[in-house]
């Protein structure tokens, strides 16, 4: 500091005569150096009290300048330690997430990341630091022992896709660990291009997710089996949130519950308010019972009440909860049983012993309804399959023996049987699809078909039946096209024709077809008593007839409710006309089609004789009758067949030949719970892509969705020979084609 010239503690005459003093001595130096021309003193003189002035100045501002930068430091240190607590802030709620959490930079190197990031993966966790590439992070993980991949996919693989993945601005994967554990890892990209991943233990979510499907899938085989063995019962349904999953036609007919409540999804309090509503059903403590035992979410056990229709009609209502939590309540008429009760109690005491007598005999009666519900459910599961076997089979022996050397009367007697045949197995079809088409799992083929072998088929077929009765059948040729499944409008005719003849006792029965704009309108007009108006509903009900007089044939009374349904699965419009004393027609509206030509289908009595030469058939089939049957009717097409109960006799056959067959045809279930299908791709996996035909009476659309994705035919019994030749001829083509 510079020094100053004035002592602040003198008084001022002090300080004033020490300023006189050096200002004389200042006079006396200005005038020597005057006085010897020193001019440039004075100069000097000047100059340094002008630096004197500046550096005063500067030392002023330098002063102030030290102060700003004292503050500026200040406020940095605050500053820094702000920047310290929010990173240890940030650190803390990071590591507070219950996911695992990491973030890498543009030059994507790991920044920071939680303990609980790949905590699944302790191999990896105990490498992660800032500063690692992500490149060799994803390798890392790639090859940990924790890590689970798919078998068709390698660790290369699987790092090679993650990276791929890396520059997407979002993706959400799951990530497969030992002992059936999973991660799901989201990726983000930051907006400084970095990239934040954040990794959710899903384990249980999935494990849920599966038991969820598993319980789907026997859910539905449960509702098949109840609503089978249920079936003189009214049974409905509920998920475990009290929505209807299914209900039965029995349950309508109880309960006269609208179309809309009886709909998959209609809620449980919906139903019990339609029920309650209007006195339909008393008394109203046992339905409030009822609805606060569906309503509670923990059920002692089942519940039993009884309730009473409008009508006066007695149901006996169980319920019964299901492992999900749903639950199941059927509907049982007791009507009958509670009248004979009350009469009982009225009658003498002495009847008692005969009251319990009937009381057992009816205990009985019920074991053995039950016990018949249970064989008629094992009946549809299997009757598919088994009961087409041995009718198929002889099919398959009567078309053999119509290519052999007949006169002209036997291969009549020959085509005649074989049309029974068809008939039988086309009731028996109808039969084992009745249940399908109620619970709606029937399934159709709709295709383009000529309507004139339809109803040349159905003339042949009834003129006897008509005959016998004393009727006249004039059936109507067409020569037009139509869309529909052959099989299921050749028995909706059947049926309408078949229930013509038998409630008409005398006249006619007249079939034919009318066009009407892009619709052909198949009609079945009789003589008949005709329908009353109040009926004419009731008619199209399982196993109502109207006509109870002596010498009316009895049929089942499936042949009309087979009808109504059949329509309704192929959308073609059902109509009915009757006039009471002057007869009925019915009609079926089906879409028109241009013609087209099918393979096979122009003259099937072109076909006798051998067609398929030189061509190597592999008959795989359990049922030792249907095999021979069908290897007798190949031989007669002129293939050379080789027949086998499995796939292990195949290959026995083709290793003893040294080649492979040119086709295979396959039943569908063979023993030991193999399939034919199995058996096909088995082989085709040894011998290469062979033609296949799987034949089966599964109309499901599992197994037509399996064949058609592995280029196999799918022929359904009962088996239409000329469709069978088709495909065989369609292959010998191809392979004169290749060999060309």
């Given at each position: ?9 003198d008084?001022?005459?002090t ?9 004389d001595?200042?006079m ?10 020193g001019?440039?003193?004075y ?7 002008a630096?004197?002035?500046?550096v ?7 002063d102030?300048?030290?102060k700003m930068?004292?503050?500026?430091n ?8 702000d ?6 802030d940030l650190y ?13 930079g ?11 990031f790949s ?22 993980v ?8 798919d ?13 791929r ?13 030992i002992n059936?554990?999973?991660?799901q890892?989201s990726?983000?990209?930051t ?5 934040a ?11 849920r ?9 026997d859910d539905q ?23 209807l999953a299914g ?16 709909q998959a ?12 509503a209007g006195a ?23 519940l039993?009440l ?16 299901m ?11 007791m009507?009958a ?19 319990a ?15 018949a519900?249970?064989?008629k459910s094992r009946?549809v599961a299997?009757?598919s399959?088994?009961?087409l076997?041995p ?6 022996f ?12 036997q ?21 084992l ?6 619970i ?22 009834f ?7 004393g009727l006249?059948?004039?059936v ?5 096209w139509v ?9 909706i005719?059947q ?7 038998r409630?008409?006792?005398?006249g ?11 619709r ?8 008949g ?8 509903a009731?008619?199209?009900?399982e196993?109502v ?7 009316t044939p ?16 192929l ?6 006309d ?17 013609p087209?030509?099918?393979?096979g289908?122009?003259?099937?009595d ?15 089939e359990?049922?030792d ?5 069908m ?8 293939t ?17 030949l ?15 719970g ?6 096909i791709?088995k ?7 062979i033609p ?9 659309m ?39």
């Open positions: 500091m510079k020094p100053l010239l004035l002592d602040p503690s008084d001022l005459s300080q004033n005569l020490k300023l006189r003093r050096i200002a001595v200042l006396e130096r200005i005038e020597r150096e005057i006085g010897s021309g001019g440039a003193g100069s000097q003189f000047q100059i340094a009290a630096l004197e002035e500046q005063r100045a500067r030392t002023k501002d330098l102030e300048t030290m930068l004292s503050i500026a200040a406020r940095l240190n605050v500053a820094r330690q920047a310290e607590q929010a990173r240890n803390d709620a990071i590591e507070a997430v219950r996911e695992g959490f990491a973030l890498f543009q030059d994507d190197a790991l920044i920071l990341c939680n303990s609980r905590a699944q993966l302790p191999d990896v966790a105990s490498k992660l630091g800032p500063g690692l590439k992500f490149v060799d992070y994803v390798r890392m790639s090859r940990s022992q924790h890590l689970q991949v078998d068709d996919e390698s660790r290369e693989e699987w790092a090679r896709q993650r990276l993945d890396h520059r997407s601005p979002r993706i959400v994967f799951l990530v497969g660990l059936d554990r999973w991660l890892v990726a983000y990209r907006p400084s291009d970095g990239t991943v954040v990794q959710t233990d899903v384990t249980n979510m999935v494990r997710e599966r038991e969820e499907r598993d319980r789907m899938l085989a449960r509702l098949l089996r109840a609503t089978l063995d249920h079936i003189t019962q009214g049974v409905a349904i509920f998920d475990p949130r009290r929505r209900c039965n036609h029995r349950l309508r007919r109880l309960t006269s519950l609208p179309m809309q409540l009886t999804g209609s809620d449980f309090r919906s139903i019990l308010e339609y029920m309650t339909r059903f008393v008394p109203t403590a046992e339905l409030e019972a009822l609805g606060e035992w569906a309503e509670r979410d923990t059920r002692a056990g089942p039993l009884e309730l009473r229709r409008g009508d006066g009609a007695v149901l006996d209502v169980f319920c019964q909860e492992p999900d939590r749903g639950f199941v309540i059927s509907f049982t008429d009507t049983e509670r009248l004979a009760v009350a009469a009982m109690h009225n009658a003498n005491e002495t009847l008692e012993q005969r009251v007598e009937r009381t057992r005999e009816l205990e009985a009666a019920r074991d053995e309804a039950e016990r519900n249970a064989s009946f299997s009757s399959h088994d009961l076997q009718l198929n089979a002889a099919k398959l009567v078309s053999s023996l119509t290519h052999t050397d007949l006169d002209a009367e291969r009549g007697i020959a085509d005649r049987i074989g049309s029974a045949f068809e008939s039988v197995e086309t009731i028996l079809g109808a039969l699809d009745i249940s399908n088409l109620d709606g799992k029937a399934s159709t083929e709709v295709t383009v078909m000529p309507v004139a072998p339809l109803l040349r088929s159905i003339d042949q077929e003129q006897g039946l008509a005959h016998e009765r006249e059948l004039r109507i040729p067409c020569s037009l869309e529909s499944d052959p099989a299921y409008l050749r028995r005719l049926n309408l024709v078949v229930n013509a003849l409630y008409t006792k005398q006619k029965v007249l079939v034919g077809a009318l066009r009407r704009g892009d052909l309108r198949f009609l079945v007009c009789d003589t008593p005709g329908i009353p108006p109040d009926r004419r009731e008619i199209f009900d196993f007839r109207l006509d109870h007089s002596p010498g009895q049929g089942m009374g499936l042949g009309l409710a087979i009808v109504e349904r059949a329509c309704a699965l959308d073609h419009p059902l109509s009915l009757s006039e009471v004393g002057r007869g009925t027609r019915f009609g079926v509206s089906v879409p028109v089609a241009e087209t030509t099918l393979a289908e122009e003259d099937r072109a076909h006798r004789g051998p067609l398929l030469d030189d061509m190597i058939a592999m008959v795989i359990n049922d009758a249907v095999r021979a049957g290897v007798a009717l190949l031989e007669d097409w002129g050379s067949p080789l027949e086998s109960r499995d796939l292990a006799g195949a290959e026995a056959l083709i290793d003893d040294g080649t492979a067959p040119d086709v295979i045809v396959a039943d569908y279930l063979l023993d030991d193999e399939t034919g299908l199995d058996a791709l082989l085709r996996a040894a011998h290469g892509m296949a035909v799987i034949v089966s009476a599964d109309r499901g599992e197994l037509r969705a399996a064949a058609a994705q592995n280029d196999i035919t799918l022929l359904h019994k009962p088996l239409e020979l000329h469709r069978l030749q088709a495909v065989l001829q369609w292959v010998k083509t191809s392979i004169a084609g290749g060999a060309a």
